[in-house]
């Protein structure tokens, strides 16, 4: 069976939401799924005083020799100034062995985000996330436009041909909607469908 691992960092709990929906997508794909979250690097003071979403079931990835153990990798982390957060890029700083060993070549690999807003860097955000991949030697698949959810003006919503997307607006309180899940379902299926053609 197809492994995928999907790899986040949420700090108030949107992205731990699409998490859950890319992992219910990548099931629904074949694959069997494992959700990690990559480690808290930020002060605790700042931690408290924000009010990041400390409550999770998933647990913290092992370190990087864990990546090497599945097919496929789905990375979702929110937008920080129009690139991926510092403690994701942290995570994948530790990865050069797994890059100078080619451990990594092959496999498939995705990405998903969230932003403030429409235009709060959704898609840089997302390539800094895959340019990662790509150094990696991984396949990319991104959220193809078979999902025509991403289409229309009829209400706001997320969603790129470079991956799944919701919007949180500036204060927290939009939480990813049902269109925007299924992207991520969508987003997950496709990638675990592909690792397993690549597999077999």
């Given amino acids: 069976m197809t492994k995928v691992l999907v790899l986040y960092y949420s700090s108030y709990g949107h992205i731990e939401a699409m998490a859950a929906a890319v992992a219910e997508g990548a099931r ?11 480690a808290e690097t930020a002060p605790a ?5 924000a009010g990041f979403k400390t409550d999770t079931a998933h647990p913290e990835i092992e370190g990087p020799k864990a990546l090497e153990a599945y097919d496929a990798i789905i990375v979702g982390a929110p937008t920080r100034f ?4 510092s403690q994701m890029a942290a995570f994948w700083d530790t990865t050069g062995g797994q890059w100078f060993s080619g451990a990594l070549v092959g496999k498939v690999g995705g990405a998903f985000t969230s932003t403030a807003s429409q235009h709060g860097g959704q898609e840089t955000t ?3 996330i895959l340019t990662n991949l790509l150094h990696h030697g991984m396949t990319i698949v991104g ?11 009829d209400e706001i919503k997320g969603g790129s041909p470079y991956g799944a997307t919701t919007l949180a607006d500036g204060d927290g309180s ?8 299924d992207g991520a379902r969508y987003q997950g299926k496709r990638i675990a469908e592909t690792a397993a053609k690549l597999a077999g």
């Fill in 45 to 49: 003071e700042v931690v408290k005083s």
């Fill in 28 to 38: 629904a794909g074949g694959a069997e799924v494992d959700i990690r979250r990559v």
């Fill in 174 to 181: 939009r939480m990813p909607s049902a269109v925007e899940l």
């Fill in 143 to 153: 959220l193809d436009y078979g999902f025509q959810g991403q289409m229309g003006l």
């Fill in 126 to 128: 997302l390539f800094s």
């Fill in 82 to 85: 129009g690139r991926m957060p």
